[in-house]
């Protein structure tokens, strides 16, 4: 089993403080190795519920030399990866989780507004200091019955 994401616990129990329960951990997706730098990227899922609503989060920490660049690969992987997503988790809404500082740096300005309207993903925008979801950033083409 792939270890767990810098920032998956805190994930996990920030969708528990603000009341979704949890019904599946640990899905993991992988690609295979990309053809410039030969890493392989990986992410897991949550799966939440609260009242009718059922959520698939996708959790990575976006650390690493060029955060932009690992974003945009992480939007292009959960695309592709959505079939396998709505085979496990048939009905969910997908999010990808990203830090606080990761949607400013990324998405306050025009190139950011622009990456938004272009790739319909859903976010869940999360404060790892206070271990809280901080924003709820929803992308309705991601919607699967």
């Not at 949550?46 to 650390?63: K, M, P, Q, T």
Request: with cysteine; net charge negative; hydrophobic share 40%.
């Amino acid at each position: 089993m792939q270890p767990r994401d810098l920032y998956y616990d805190l994930v996990k129990n920030a969708l528990r403080q603000d009341g979704w329960r949890l019904t599946y951990t640990l899905l993991p997706l992988k690609k295979g190795a990309g053809p410039a730098t030969g890493e392989s990227w990986t992410t897991q899922l949550l799966g939440a519920e609260r009242d009718e609503r059922r959520i698939a989060v996708a959790v990575n920490s976006f650390i690493g030399h060029s955060e932009p660049d690992e974003l945009m690969e992480a939007f292009q992987q959960l695309a592709l990866s959505l079939p396998r997503v709505y085979d496990a988790a048939p009905g969910h809404v997908l999010y990808l989780a990203v830090r606080q500082a990761t949607y400013h740096a990324c998405f306050t300005g025009p190139e950011g507004a622009h990456l938004l309207a272009s790739q319909p993903l859903s976010l869940l925008v999360f404060d790892p200091r206070a271990g809280a979801i901080v924003q709820w950033r929803s992308g309705e083409a991601y919607v699967h019955g």
